[in-house]
Structure formats: structure tokens, C-alpha cells
């Protein structure tokens, strides 16, 4: 434990200079702070309530050096940038690829770029936010991001703004033994409407490390339809932290999906700071061989009138393990908050396992609360009675698992990822691939 | 060679018997109905004949068309013909009840040597037999009985039975719960899918299905075996007598007793 937070605390020395020449003056000081604070925390230990049921022994075995920028082959990633149509930023290791990449067709308002552009341009906008929703006070993962972060994204979006079509940010991994550090920053500001994609994915068999944060803004009636896809290559691992303050009236839909890595952790995390801001999370996770895949969501109902929805649902087999752990906290003044968060796990073999845990710590007295979570099997009486309809015992299971996931994919609303959702779900499931007929 | 022999079948579950004794032939065109008070065994025995694995047959055999049936799977004997119209359908949220049906039929067609049916050839064949039981086509496009009523259910069950064209149907109790204007759309549909090449088992409680579907042979389950089997007289004696009447001849190796009414 001591040895990779030493190792990651001389990775940030050896960067230094380079790391330095990236932004003001304020975020070099945000920098220094972050990787103070990391050596302070150090990785967290199942001790850490909020890590209680993941151990990272197997991501911490391994020392992770900084992607470089160079080193891959364009050829092989073009077909995966292209199977993201439209406006896409794309990242390789974690640096930025113009040439992957493409964002005609977005209103001249809207500010899209690179991070690292971002800190040479807009310096002001940076400044004001990065750092300041996402804090590194409260995660060593955040805190090393926040040191090691060379690129990402900004996205904002003045008073006004709309997005027609989704901007899909696309992290490739292509690097042996390399960890890549990406940073969004999505401000959105008053009225602003957009769709954004963020999709993990991997082309390196050998193990490799993501640890994204997203930081997100969303201003007095903004509304943001946020779509996250962990699909990492199996032996990877994955860190992904998507943090929000809403304002007043604002809406945010998140939806995460984690089907890959080998070890996977995602935060979703949001602020209803202002009244009448609501969210609905939805998560589905699935998970095969040793996968392990951690939830965390984490709504604070900080001021009155605020609505938070959140629907998880795992499906986990053969020897995999799955957490969802979901914090509702609802502030003292805030009252008329109306909340409700439900899990549903299917676990299709006996090795497999999920730890579910509500948390819900209300001080208020005028709300409304409501938390449901279940573990299952599938329904005995529902594969008899599709047996007895000729289906095969394993085509019955299947279509049942496939019928048990699809609530989540219905709640899509992006054809062309909903597709991707389709395959990816399928072949997590043998001969699944007719499936996407099924309702 | 009968389509359905039952001999002497003893069956139970947890070390409880529950069938003691059950014969039973039945041949095709030929539609017999088993009536029984509650706990009789009929439920179990329908359950048994699709392949139920929660219970577990001590004694005796069934052969359909001359074959071990309780050697095969639910699957294969759905592939050979047998078809079980359940009491209590299952919902099955997220999965479309056209594609249900669908695939289905296909996975029965394609072990038969068939060709699948594509969607638009599948949905020509679903109108036709969705008349048959008068349902909406809008059924086909909601989830596998999904907030059906019982009796949208029990007709979604003579559709499938339509649709997968079986040897054998067995229909257990899908007349109970239903009004008398459900009944006789269910006692309808089931009398167009009598055949010359296809036997029936209706399993039911009360006498009333048989005013409208009339069967050629009625058996009595009384204490998990036939007590008594007859023509159509039988089904009315029991509607004026009771069930208690068959007590008044008392089998003399019932350890049980008396039936509950």
C-alpha cells in the first residue's frame, strides 16, 4: 500500500515539468495540493466505509506509469472512432487525437475542446471550476487525477445553449501497463440543454488503468442527459468518478453502464444544490469470470423541493462479484424532498455475489423517502413455462436474463448507443445476439 | 399404439405421495376431461405430464405415442406435441409476447425439420388465430401476460395452444376465475382446435366447461388415483351429487379418508 503511493508520488516528480507547463499558475497550485493530499490518504482500505466491499490489492499489485502520447497505431482505431458517428472527441491513452476526431455541426456557442487547449484558452472558465466540484480532498483516486491530468475535455455551453446531438467523448486504452488520467469538464450554463457520451473502452490485452473524473455544472435550469460506458478490456481496471452540482431547476439523467475491466469502480455523484433541481440515475451492471464491479451513487438533497430517481440493476455470473452502494443524504432545510432509489440484482450462478447497500441519512422531516434492493435468481416458473414452450433450458435462461436487463436499455434514448448497449449485453450472454427483438 | 397411456403412476413431493395410482389412456381425436375435488392430484398430474422436476415419480409409467415421456425434457416433449395450458400463466416482464410466441414456435418447427416462420409470416399466422379466441392484436405487443386479466390470460393460453398446434393439450383449469362471457369465448376457442389428430385433457373443478365443450370420456380424481371414469352423465351426476358422493364408496385402501368438499 505504501508502495504504490510511493511509486505514484515519484511518477508525479518525473512529470513535473511537463505537468507544470499545463495551465495557470491556480491549477499548478491545484495540482500541488492534490498530490499533498494524495500522499496524506494514501489508496483507500476495506476499512473506508465507502470501499468496504472492493479490495484494490489487485490494482495496486501492479505499477501503473503515465501513458505516453504516442506509440499506437492510428489504423487499427480508426474503425472504433467511426463506429461513434457524429461529434466525437476521441483520446488515446488518454491524449487527445484531432485526427480521430470531429465536431462540425455543434452551435458556434458551445465551447468544445481539448483540456489541454482548454488551459491555454480559456483559462478563466478553467480556473473557476476545475478542482472545485470534484474535490481531491475527498479521494486519493481524485486527488491523482487532479495531479496527473494532461487532457480531457471542456465542454461549455452558454446561457441558452442547445445540443441536437450528442458529443460522445471516446477514451481508447491501447498501452500495457500504462494508466491514463482524463478530465471533463462540462459546464452548462443557464437553460443550456445537451446530450453527452462518455464511452471507456479498450484495445491492450495486458492490464492498464483508467481513473477518469468528470466534473459537471449545471447551472439554474440546465438540463443534461449523461451517458457513461465502462467497457474496458477484460484485465483492465477501471476508476471513474462523474461528480455534479446542479442549480436551481436544473435536470440530470445519468445513465452508467459497466460491462468490462476486470476491476471496475464508478461514482456518480450529485449535488441538488439549489430547490427544484432533480436527477434520475440509472445504472446496469454485468459481470462475468472474476469481474468485480463497484457502484457508488451519492445524491445530496441539499436544498428544498428536489427530486431524486435512481434504478441500478446488476446481473452477475459465474464467479463474478458486484457492489452497489447508493447514498441518499437529505439536508436539514430540505424540505418536500421526494426520493427514491431501488437495486435489483439477478446473480445466474452460485459463485456469483453482490453486496447491496442503501444509505440513506435524512435530517429532514417533510420528505419522502423510499429505498428498495433485491438479489434473485431467475424465476423458476418462468423457465418451465418457456420450456414447456420448446425453448431450450439455456435459450429460456437467456432471454429471461436478456428480459431482466432491457428495462435499463429502454430507458435509452440514443438510438445509435442503445445499439451498442444491445451487442455489448448480448455478448455478455451466450448466443445472445437475436435477443434485441425480444420486447 | 395409444397417443397417451398412464399406468399405475405414483408421484410425489418431499417424500409425500400424491398420485397413487393413476391410469389413464387417451387417444387421439379423443377429449377427456379429469374432474376431482381440490388435492386430488389433477394440478400435479397435469404439472407432471410437461415436465415439471418438483416432483418425483416413485412407481409406474407414461408413454406418449409409445415413448418414455418422463425421460424427456419440458422441451422435447413441447418438440413431440405436448402442450400444457397452465392454471396461473406466467408474467414475464420485458419479453415481447409476438416475439415470445415467435420464437417459440421456431424453436419447435426448426427440431421438427421445418422452416422458421419469419415476422411477417408469424404475424399473419398470430390474426387469424388471435380471432379464434378474440383477442386484440395489441396482446402481441405487450409483455408475456403482463398485466393481463385472468381471462386475457387463459385466452393467451388457447392462442399459444393455436399457434404451437400440439398433439396433446392439457388444460388445467382454465376455466376457473372466469365469467360466463370469458368462458364461452375459452369453451370457443378450445372447441376449434378439436381435431381428429389431437387429444384433449381438460382439468377442471367444476362441470360447467363441459356444458360447452363436451368430452368423450369423464374421469373422477378422487385421493390421487381415478375413482371413477364414464361418459358425460358422470360430469352431471357429480354436479347434483357432490363430491362427497364418491366417498359413499369408500376406496378400502384410502388411508386418507374422507375428501374435502
Not at chain 1, 293 to 322: F, M, P, W
Not at chain 1, 372 to 378: M, S
Request: proline share 4%; charged share 25%; net charge negative.
Amino acid at each position: 500500500m505504501t508502495e504504490s503511493r510511493q511509486h505514484y508520488l515519484a511518477r508525479f516528480e518525473s512529470l513535473r515539468e511537463r505537468l507544470d507547463k499545463l495551465g495557470t499558475d491556480r491549477v499548478r497550485r491545484l495540482r500541488r495540493s492534490a498530490i499533498e493530499r494524495f500522499g496524506d490518504l494514501g489508496f483507500p482500505t476495506v476499512k473506508n466505509e465507502e470501499w468496504k466491499f472492493t479490495n484494490l490489492a489487485p490494482l495496486l499489485a501492479v505499477p501503473f506509469e503515465p501513458a505516453n502520447r504516442d506509440g499506437f497505431d492510428l489504423d487499427a482505431l480508426r474503425p472504433v472512432a467511426a463506429r461513434f458517428d457524429g461529434a466525437r472527441l476521441v483520446f488515446v491513452d488518454g491524449h487527445f487525437q484531432p485526427s480521430l476526431s470531429s465536431v462540425g455541426g455543434l452551435p458556434k456557442a458551445a465551447v468544445v475542446s481539448d483540456l489541454a487547449t482548454a488551459f491555454a484558452e480559456n483559462p478563466a472558465l478553467v480556473e473557476a471550476n476545475l478542482g472545485q466540484h470534484a474535490l481531491a480532498k475527498s479521494s486519493a483516486f481524485t486527488a491523482l487525477n487532479t495531479a496527473l491530468m494532461q487532457d480531457g475535455v471542456l465542454l461549455q455551453l452558454p446561457k441558452g445553449t442547445v445540443l441536437n446531438d450528442p458529443l460522445q467523448l471516446v477514451f481508447v486504452s491501447t498501452a500495457p501497463s500504462k494508466m491514463s488520467s482524463p478530465r471533463i469538464l462540462i459546464v452548462a450554463g443557464e437553460g443550456a440543454r445537451a446530450t453527452v457520451v462518455e464511452a471507456y473502452l479498450g484495445l491492450c490485452e495486458p492490464p492498464y488503468l483508467t481513473n477518469a473524473v468528470s466534473e459537471i455544472v449545471l447551472e439554474q435550469g440546465a438540463q443534461l442527459e449523461h451517458y457513461r460506458l465502462q467497457d474496458e478490456s477484460a484485465r483492465a481496471f477501471h476508476v471513474g468518478l462523474v461528480q455534479v452540482t446542479q442549480g436551481r431547476d436544473s435536470h440530470l439523467v445519468s445513465h452508467s453502464f459497466s460491462f468490462g475491466a476486470s476491476l471496475a469502480r464508478t461514482e456518480v455523484r450529485t449535488v441538488l444544490g439549489e430547490e427544484g433541481s432533480s436527477c434520475a440515475l440509472n445504472g446496469l451492471y454485468m459481470g462475468r469470470v472474476q469481474q468485480h464491479l463497484d457502484n457508488l451513487t451519492s445524491i445530496d438533497h441539499a436544498s428544498s423541493h428536489c427530486t431524486s430517481r435512481e434504478l441500478y440493476k446488476g446481473v452477475l455470473d459465474q464467479r463474478s462479484t458486484g457492489v452497489f452502494s447508493g447514498r441518499i443524504r437529505v439536508h436539514p432545510d430540505a424540505q418536500q424532498t421526494d426520493a427514491s432509489q431501488t437495486n435489483k440484482n439477478l446473480l445466474l450462478s452460485e459463485d456469483a455475489m453482490v453486496d447491496t447497500k442503501p444509505q440513506l441519512e435524512i435530517f429532514a422531516d417533510d420528505v419522502k423517502c423510499t429505498h428498495g434492493a433485491a438479489v434473485g435468481q431467475l424465476d423458476e416458473d418462468a423457465i418451465f413455462y418457456l420450456r414447456t414452450r420448446g425453448m431450450a433450458q439455456q435459450d429460456a435462461k437467456r432471454l429471461l436474463t436478456y428480459a431482466f436487463a432491457r428495462e435499463m436499455v429502454e430507458l435509452i434514448r440514443l438510438d445509435a448507443f442503445k445499439a451498442r448497449i444491445e451487442t455489448s449485453i448480448a455478448t455478455k450472454l451466450p448466443n445472445g445476439r437475436e435477443l434485441a427483438e425480444a420486447a | 399404439m395409444h397417443l397417451l397411456e398412464i399406468r399405475n403412476l405414483h408421484a410425489g413431493v418431499d417424500g409425500k405421495e400424491i398420485l397413487r395410482g393413476v391410469n389413464l389412456t387417451i387417444d387421439p381425436g379423443e377429449v377427456h376431461a379429469i374432474m376431482g375435488p381440490n388435492g386430488s392430484g389433477k394440478s400435479t398430474l397435469a404439472q407432471l405430464l410437461a415436465g415439471r422436476d418438483t416432483y418425483s415419480v416413485s412407481e409406474g409409467q407414461v408413454l406418449y405415442q409409445g415413448e418414455d415421456l418422463l425421460s424427456m425434457s419440458p422441451e422435447d416433449r413441447a418438440v413431440a406435441g405436448v402442450f400444457l395450458a397452465f392454471q396461473y400463466p406466467v408474467e414475464i416482464p420485458g419479453v415481447g409476447n409476438m416475439y415470445f410466441m415467435r420464437t417459440a414456435l421456431n424453436a419447435i418447427r426448426r427440431r421438427r425439420g421445418l422452416e422458421e416462420l419469419d415476422a411477417m409470416d408469424f404475424l399473419a399466422l398470430a390474426k387469424e388465430k388471435l380471432k379464434l379466441v378474440e383477442m386484440d392484436q395489441k396482446f402481441m405487443n405487450r409483455s408475456v401476460n403482463e398485466g393481463f386479466s385472468g381471462g386475457e390470460k387463459k385466452r393467451n393460453e388457447i392462442l399459444q395452444l393455436a399457434v404451437l398446434d400440439p398433439k396433446l393439450a392439457i388444460l388445467d383449469e382454465t376455466d376457473s376465475g372466469l365469467d360466463i362471457d370469458a368462458l364461452k369465448i375459452i369453451a370457443h376457442g378450445v372447441n376449434g382446435q378439436r381435431r381428429p389428430d389431437r387429444a384433449m385433457l381438460l382439468i377442471t373443478h367444476y362441470q360447467r366447461l363441459l356444458n360447452y365443450v363436451v368430452p368423450d370420456r369423464v374421469h373422477v380424481m378422487a385421493d390421487g388415483r381415478i375413482a371413477r371414469s364414464g361418459d358425460r352423465q358422470l360430469a352431471m351426476e357429480l354436479e347434483q351429487k357432490g363430491y362427497a358422493w364418491l366417498e359413499q364408496q369408500p376406496d378400502p385402501t384410502s388411508r386418507r379418508g374422507a375428501v374435502a368438499q
